[in-house]
Antibody, heavy 121, light 106 residues
Framework: QVQLVESGGGLVKPGGSLRLSCAAS????????MSWIRQAPGKGLEWVSYISSSGSSIYYADSVKGRFTISRDNAKNSVYLQVNSLRAEDTAVYYC??????????????WGQGTLVTVSS | DIQMTQSPSTLSASVGDRVTITCRASQSISSWLAWYQQKPGKAPKLLIS???TLESGVPSRFSGSGSGTEFTLTISSLQPDDFATYYCQQYNSVYSFGQGTKLEIK
């Protein structure tokens, strides 16, 4: 069965950095687009970034552009989110997701359990 | 950027009620719309994609309709397990979510 396991969250000071990781299993990882989606405490869902199956196509939300970097290693079945210059408003649970269908961008069928990033001095 | 607006923000209903949640896009997104259900402390669950395609294992009391800029999620007969927060999401142009609709027990 499909599994997505995020790690790397934690407490970080404003201006700090973290690298979030998502380990995938149960499917052919290199066939699927992957995204990061976040949810601030008590708030709604915010899409953050996606990466195509090959890694050749990458997009970011305006709120994180220039500060966050998504990447993937298809040999390790993993996707990453490097988060730099963190702000208090980046405090959220960060979810790793897999799109519904192979080779095309679409809805997010599979979600990890999330990893909490807290930005506070 | 495409803005998604859901209404209502909160909906109070009883078991057995038929409820409808509306989602409007700021420009046409064809049928590239998904609906998700989220319960407290859990990851969202995909219910419907491409505006009206029910995902495997989702009860048939859920249905989606619409195209262009106006979409609806309907639950035909509310069950206790359906009280949750629902989000629409467009994926025509990158991605964006609606603000969510919290479905509460009346």
């Amino acid at each position: 069965q499909v599994q997505l396991v995020e790690s790397g969250g934690g407490l970080v000071k404003p201006g700090g950095s973290l690298r979030l990781s998502c380990a995938a299993s149960g499917f052919t990882f290199s066939d699927y687009y992957m995204s990061w989606i976040r949810q601030a405490p008590g708030k709604g869902l915010e899409w953050v970034s996606y990466i195509s199956s090959s890694g050749s196509s990458i997009y970011y939300a305006d709120s994180v552009k220039g500060r966050f970097t998504i990447s993937r290693d298809n040999a390790k079945n993993s996707v990453y989110l490097q988060v730099n210059s963190l702000r208090a408003e980046d405090t959220a649970v960060y979810y790793c997701t897999r799109d519904r269908s192979s080779m095309v961008r679409g809805a997010h069928l599979h979600w990890g359990q999330g990893t909490l990033v807290t930005v506070s001095s | 950027d495409i803005q998604m607006t859901q209404s209502p923000s909160t909906l109070s209903a009883s078991v057995g009620d038929r409820v409808t949640i509306t989602c409007r896009a700021s420009q046409s997104i064809s049928s590239w719309l998904a609906w998700y259900q989220q319960k407290p402390g859990k990851a969202p669950k995909l219910l419907i994609s491409k505006a009206s395609t029910l995902e495997s294992g989702v009860p048939s009391r859920f249905s989606g309709s619409g195209s262009g800029t106006e979409f609806t999620l309907t639950i035909s007969s509310l069950q206790p397990d359906d009280f949750a927060t629902y989000y629409c999401q467009q994926y025509n142009s990158v991605y964006s979510f609606g603000q969510g609709t919290k479905l509460e027990i009346k």
